[in-house]
């Protein structure tokens, strides 16, 4: 069989990561990312690109914690090399806060996070409306720039990009061997998934490089994120809409929850409203398909549900995607040597 040929539909964190596994994988393999969108138009330019997992009800958390931990590990490399800046990766300490103490003082992921403890009864003075609180350092991606960098090392490493938006994977089946769909919440269209749904989050993108840890309400909805450049502060979670337009209530809302947890972001410039839907569903759908028409057949690996946490998890589910692309093509190479017999 000549270069097996492996065509990734979706250029945000998870096709970009999955092509770039794919290429470290099977070298062999000629690969090309087709997307109707690429940044800075994508949900991950969106997105706070926070190293803190969200759970996924439907996937076990061993699985969970191990996409963590080698995400953690691959970016934590990143961020100590001199790629860091470019890349928009960096360590960022900081408190994740409760009014009342969680049912779960220590998150599955509290050992993969560095230096992971509880405040003391000193640092919450900080959060006067808060009783109970957790310390860590962890990572932060800026987003379009990571997305970037992604595209980069791709290009590098002689993977084609094309602009094009694919109605049907089976359009595929006549140019490529293998197709990996990461099209985010675009599957719920592109393959009719009834399980992937929105979760539309609104942010602010603010200038207060005074803001240098992050700080994060247990409940999840109210975040201030520093990045190399700019402060995410967020932010909304709403199922099933649609709207991308940004809501003015809503910045408003966001402004003043941040403004309770930070008083000094009273300051902060220059802020830029951002609307992204989380592609949301129980679990991350992970697995391999084999479309067929007519005797024809297409191996087909989906990477796509990523939710809340596309960032915390990219690099540990864009391995394994890469890992089902080897089985496939594994599987086509066996399929035409006994052909050949
Ligand atoms: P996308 O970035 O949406 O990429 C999908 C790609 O597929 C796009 O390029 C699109 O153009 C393409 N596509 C879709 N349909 C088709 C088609 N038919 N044909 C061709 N191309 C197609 N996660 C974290 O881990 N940490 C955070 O701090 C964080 N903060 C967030 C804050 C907000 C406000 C939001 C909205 C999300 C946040 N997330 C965070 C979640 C994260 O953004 C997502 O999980 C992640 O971006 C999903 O990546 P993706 O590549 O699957 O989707």
Redesign the pocket.
Known sequence: MAAPKVAV????????STALCITETCPSCSVTV?????SP??????????????TYPGTPIHVQKQWFKETFTYLFAISNSAEASEAGIHLVSGWQVFKNIPKEELPFWSDVVLGFRPMSEAELQKFPQHRFGQAFMTL??D?PPYLLWLEKRLKATGVQMYT????DLWELHSEYNVVVN??????Q??VGDKKLFP?????LKVHAPWVKNFIRDGDGLT?I?PGIHRV?L???REKESWSLSPDPGTTKDIFDRCCSLEPSLRGAQDIKV??????SRQSVRLQREILSQGGVKLPVVH????????????RGTAKEAARLVGECIAALQGSSSRAKL
Do not use: E, W
């Open positions: 539909v979706g250029a945000g964190v998870i096709g970009l087709l997307s109707d969108q690429f138009n994508t949900t991950s330019d969106v997105a706070a690109g926070m190293l803190i997992p969200h932060k991606c987003c094009r938006k694919v109605a990461c099209a985010g919440i675009g599957a269209q592109l979760v539309r989050g609104q942010v975040y994120y995410t967020g932010g909304t951002k609307v992204g839907l989380r592609p990477n796509y549900g990523h939710g809340a946490g596309g960032f915390s998890m990219h």
